[in-house]
């Protein structure tokens, strides 16, 4: 029940500096480098609480990337990962010393494992990268060369849920004694609150937080753990990534007819915590806990995940930039620097589930440049959607949020010399990465 829901004492109140830094966002870019406050511990947690030590997450920036969309390097009109390494200069070359490139030490890679749907969120193999994305010797050097150039890769752990054609939940769909029956949730009959789904095979139902084809794993079950956790340990110490973007975090474990931020997600996240401790010790977790302000992720502190994005403030500051009037947005930085611990959310404008900001934006340069400035120099691990830095475009459905990295006025938007499998946005002759970067004016050379 809702009322059940673990409610953690707010935090105490921020250090000094980091309400100094927020009041004056547009002001000199502030150190990063500040000391880790622990964060203050409730009654809830089962395990010893850990404080977020200092660490390279404490003055990095990280780059949102969808590999379909950021370089084709074969010309079969897909991104990929030798498309990615090719473009690694851009994001950071490695050498502190040069202005030319971006300067991110963090990449979130949207899902690379083998996937039925575009946007890879439907995952069929666990243990694979997507055969359109490469190898997974393709992932492994594409790991050494960001490493080479001191760039961290978390990617996107999908666990809440299987692709429908995942041969998991297809053996399931059988019947009661298969196998992996009960890696999922069924019911005979209709439940009355959302989310079941009609079985294709037989009169009975199954649930999905999301779409049919995106069925949910059963998370009471401790057969499915022993697999989240053998998949995430396979790509942390076989494969090298960094970390994890917890994909749908808030979802993994429902109680009746509540399906998010149960107490049992909690403890299954804090779990899992305590495994990847273990594990890999220095893996970096960050939680999608969708549409969460600091109220939302209450619950999640102090002893879960590394970190978590924080929506509210990204929203309030495109809607404080387009009205010209921060006190919304300033509330909303107050209360998460007040109610969560510090340096534990991360700040982003949007992601690849929002209308581009800059379409939000009213595509007015000047807006973008504000907006940037702001969520850059909060506290916390800023994230940045690939594209934003030129001002991209994009508003729904998801595929024109997602379409391909607008590199040179040249056919194909210089991203695949191939057609690309989603078209570019139509002012990628205007607007794109070569065009800005012979401009000192322009967005990316902010
Ligand atoms: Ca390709
Ligand atoms: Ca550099
Ligand atoms: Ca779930």
Redesign the pocket.
Known sequence: QPSAAPTAEPSAAPAPTVAAASATPAGPTPTLDLPTQAPTITAIPAVAPFPLEAGWWDDAVCYEIFVRSFY???G?G???LN?LIQKLDYINDGKPATQSDLGATCLWLMPIMPSNTYHGYAVTDFYDVNPQFGTKDDFKRLIDEAHKRGVRVLIDMVLNHTSSEHPWFKEALTGPGAPHRDWYLWSHDEPPTQGWHKSPVRDEYYYSAFDGGLPDLNYRNPEVTAEAQKISAFWLNDMGADGFRMDAAKHLIENGAVIADTLETNAWLREYRTFLEKTAPGAFTIGENFGASSIGLASYYPDQLDMYFEFNIGQKLIQAVNLGDASQYSGAVHVATEDLPFQRWAPFLTNHDQNRAMSVLGDKPDRARLAAIAYLTLPGLPFVYYGEEIGMLGTKPDEQLRTPMQWSAEPGAGFSSAAPWEAPQPNFAATNVAAQDADPASLLNL
Do not use: A, P, V
């Open positions: 084709d390097s074969n079969d897909i991104g990929d498309g």
